[in-house]
């Protein structure tokens, strides 16, 4: 059952890495880590109290940018589509597999 189960995985992760949301999302992803830019003021923010304005601005600055915002977007689709996952994973392993009222 192991195997079969490991098989049918194997396929859904082939079937996620052609997925569009997630090829998009790892070219986007390339594309902001050629960014010296944009990676240093994501270091700066990181370091910053979130509550203070600094943080605030960077922030601000960091959603202008279209391709910041591009990855932002698939980044949350692709969380969507592993939530949705991850709860049929649910629905399939929580099912009791006997009739023992204790179990």
Not at 3 to 25: H, R, T, W
């Amino acid at each position: 059952m192991k195997e079969k189960i490991n098989g049918i995985m194997d396929q859904v992760f082939s079937l996620l890495e052609k997925d569009e949301k997630i090829v998009a999302l790892k070219k986007q992803k390339l594309k902001l880590l050629q960014n010296d830019e944009l990676l240093s003021q994501m270091k700066i923010l990181r370091t910053l109290d979130p509550y203070s304005s600094e943080y605030q601005k960077l922030k601000q600055q960091l959603f202008q940018n279209s391709d910041f915002m591009r990855f932002k977007q698939l980044e949350n689709e692709v969380d969507f589509l592993i939530l949705a996952i991850n709860q049929k994973l649910k629905t399939l392993t929580n099912e009791r597999s006997c009739n023992d009222e204790n179990y």
